[in-house]
């Protein structure tokens, strides 16, 4: 008996150590692709045998925070040459792939299954999303890349070093740390940049897209300064979008609050442009401030009225500054990240909610306070000591009466002086209004928050 029972042990080990490889061997790759066709499609080829018919193939496609499935159709054989079309002209719901910027990076892999039961998952590969239709210029470090055409070496170059040094300073003013490496693409062509998305609209002069850390530009190759103000500002949002998480904390910040971080990083330690000072100064001419509370969400689609929105949102951060102090604003944004709703997060740090707020600014300014018996939020006792230039002596509407002074820098927030508010006989800004929100310095406006920020170009004088 124990002559018989040790052979039977040992084939039935050998069994146990062949089974596995060859179910693991049943199934072959023979060659995987994929080919770029920016801005149409990606196409993902697979060349796959297997001792069994094919059943059944599967695209897994692995970005940072989500993973995306497309299975391919074909007919079940034995040797089959599948093919997956990612189409990059439809939105992100599309079954069939959906948009992705210039530098999105994913790996991917197969799974593939026969009728025998075998399944194999290939080795992770990576794709880079790549407008190959240009030949791009490119300079980069661990943080950032800057990509553009059309002009020479300085041009990349001082964005890239302009952004470096925005993506310390706003770090340093909120506290928050680095969340991986961002591309900035300006397309210098207005047609390239035109069919770099889909369904673009004429007037969109830019868009961010917070999520894959991406934000494409639409830029004169002659004006290096306005690029540099438009990577300033995207830049200051990305850092925001990075540092909030998602959930809780992105909800409860204030639109108005990311719009005033990255208006004020963008025009960096110079005043305010006239294309938001004027706006403003007539506005607190007429008394005609927007509450702060109306300015928590998408900002208003009339062009005038969003520029206005841009300025008190400066106004309101360099507020935060000057009155509280750098270590201050850090709180406040710690107990954001925190998932704090905003008129807890003001009162703990600042003393007072949101209309609080409001109504400091509004006494800056030489305006009279909201009356908020009313609304049932905590009115403030404490007398500001910031003011506006034009407190004192408000000007008579439509004039303007500020003397033009440096912001300054955030990180040595300034006793308590007035706002920087440039004057200008000239209201048209010599053509160089921008007509939309985020980015406004560069020409445009979001028309969404965190995700996807879309500019307008310059076309209405103000």
């Known amino acids: 008996m124990k002559k018989f029972f040790i052979p039977l042990c040992v084939v039935l080990l050998l069994a146990f150590l062949v089974m596995p490889a060859f179910a693991e061997d049943a199934i072959t790759v023979k060659k995987q692709d994929v080919e770029m066709d920016f801005p149409k499609q990606m196409t993902f080829t697979l060349d796959v045998s297997s001792v069994s018919d094919i059943q059944e193939i599967e695209l897994v496609a692995r970005f940072a925070k989500v993973t995306r499935r497309l299975k391919a159709k074909f007919a079940p054989a034995k040797d089959v040459n599948a ?29 593939v299954k026969d009728a025998a039961g075998n399944t194999l998952e290939t080795a992770p590969q990576t794709f880079t999303v790549d407008d190959n239709r240009i030949d791009w210029d490119i300079v980069e470090n661990d943080d950032l890349a800057i990509h553009w055409y059309g002009t020479g070496k300085s041009f990349g170059r001082d964005i890239f070093n302009a952004g470096i040094e925005t993506l310390g300073k706003v770090r340093a003013e909120l506290g928050a740390g680095a969340g991986g490496k961002m591309h900035i693409w300006y397309y210098t062509d207005d047609s390239d940049f035109q069919t770099s998305m889909p369904d673009i609209d004429a007037w969109v002069g830019g868009r961010s897209f917070g999520e894959y850390r991406v934000i494409i530009l639409n830029n004169s190759p002659i004006n290096v300064q306005e690029a540099i103000r438009g990577a300033r500002h995207e830049l200051t949002h990305q850092v925001i979008f990075d540092s909030l998480g998602g959930g809780l904390a992105r909800q409860a910040f204030p639109h108005w609050l990311n719009e005033g971080f990255a208006t004020y ?3 960096g330690d110079a005043s305010l442009a006239d294309y938001l000072a004027n706006p403003l100064r007539r506005a607190i001419s007429n008394d005609a401030l927007p509450r702060l509370k109306t300015l928590n969400g998408a900002f208003p689609p009339d062009s005038n009225e969003a520029l206005l929105a841009y300025a008190v949102s400066y106004s309101m951060v360099d507020l935060l500054f000057k009155e509280f102090g750098q270590t201050k604003v850090q709180e406040m944004y710690k107990l954001f990240q925190q998932g704090t709703q905003a008129d807890d997060a003001f009162r703990q740090v600042f003393g007072m909610n949101m209309d609080g707020l409001d109504n400091l600014y509004r006494k800056s300014v030489g305006l009279p306070e909201r009356d908020l018996s009313q609304t049932g939020f905590f009115t403030p006792e404490a007398a500001p000591t910031f003011a506006l230039s034009s407190a004192e002596t408000p000007a008579p ?6 003397t033009p002074q440096p912001i300054s820098k ?3 927030p300034a006793p308590a002086v007035a706002t920087t508010i440039p004057s200008n006989a000239n209201n048209s ?4 209004t921008s007509t939309g929100l985020c980015g406004i310095g560069l020409g445009g406006f979001a028309l969404a928050m965190f995700g996807a920020y879309e500019w307008r170009k310059r076309r209405t004088r103000i």
Request: net charge negative; no cysteine.
């Open 410 to 412: 955030a990180n040595t």
């Open 83 to 111: 093919k997956i079309e990612w189409n990059l002209d439809t939105d992100h719901s599309g079954a069939d792939g959906g948009y992705l910027p210039p530098g999105v990076s994913a790996e991917y892999t197969w799974i």
């Open 429 to 432: 800004n010599n053509g160089n």
């Open 397 to 402: 509407k439509g004039q303007a009466t500020a």
């Open 265 to 267: 990083n963008e025009h």
